[in-house]
């Protein structure tokens, strides 16, 4: 096991992918994680602030892939597929995944996804994933409407330290194939809630609805318009699924 084999446990933080980041510079080894509590300079995409209260998992990884910077982008949208088994494992319901890098339960927002590369001489040096996900958060610390909880969702506390260790050996698992060419994009399309979906894309200041195509080979997402026309969405566009069916099963 790769991820996961050394876990560095804090409380609150400023932020664990800037530790990570800080820890990979002096040369910590590929695989360890940062976790972490409660963050009180949380990131997500684009710049924007990630609520992190207590009751949440938040989590960053150093990895050192040799992969070009192509396949690192495609690696931050599919790093979302370990983050919806682990729910559907412990949670026994099949989130879905807003490209590109949230996973939702019910409409609900329960976990985020954020890497950050550090280059040298125009090269990969290495690759912090950062992943926060709303455990056992109180909805009501949360600003965001569209925010959900685990513990909501599964009825009951989630234990922190199990679904840490599941979510770990799901990660090791789809780093590892991820690193030999498996990119499972048939598993990826079973969960996201935009390929094969009606799908609105704000580009700009410019809205256009279509239906999700498929990922191209950098993770951008494709989809055909309703006119007919071809569109290529980057991580920098905002893409809302107009169908937001859910998938549930009893736990036995």
Avoid at 1 to 22: F, H, P, Q, W, Y
Avoid at 235 to 243: A, C, E, G, K
Wanted: proline share 5%; net charge negative; charged share 30%.
């Amino acid at each position: 096991m790769l991820i996961g084999r050394k876990v560095l446990v804090k409380g609150e933080v400023d932020s664990t992918n800037d530790i990570a980041k800080a820890l990979a510079i002096e040369g910590e080894p590929e695989g360890t994680v940062v976790s972490a509590s409660e963050q009180t300079g949380g990131k997500g995409r684009t710049g924007r602030h990630w609520e992190s209260p207590e009751g949440g998992l938040y989590l960053s990884i150093i990895l050192r892939p040799d992969l070009p910077a192509q396949d690192l982008t495609l690696l931050t949208v599919l790093s979302c597929l370990p983050v919806a088994q682990a729910i559907e494992e412990v949670c026994k319901v099949v989130p879905r995944i807003k490209w590109p890098n949230d996973v939702r339960v019910d409409g609900k927002k329960v976990a985020g996804i954020l890497t950050e590369v550090c280059y040298r001489g125009g090269e990969p040096r290495f690759m912090v994933l950062g992943i926060g996900i709303d455990l056992n958060t109180d909805l009501s610390a949360l600003n965001v409407p569209e925010a959900g909880s685990l513990k909501d969702v599964c009825e009951r506390d989630v234990d922190p330290e199990h679904f840490l260790n599941v979510l770990l050996f799901k990660l090791d698992e789809f780093y590892e194939k991820f690193k030999k060419g498996d990119r499972n994009l048939d598993l990826y399309t079973r969960y996201s809630e935009s390929l094969g979906q009606d799908i609105e894309v704000r580009l700009g200041d410019q809205k256009v609805k279509g239906r999700g195509m498929h990922l191209d080979p950098d993770g951008a997402l494709v989809f055909r318009s309703e006119d007919g026309m071809i569109y290529r969405a980057t991580s920098v566009h905002d893409v809302v699924p107009l169908d937001r069916g859910q998938v549930r099963f009893d736990s036995k």
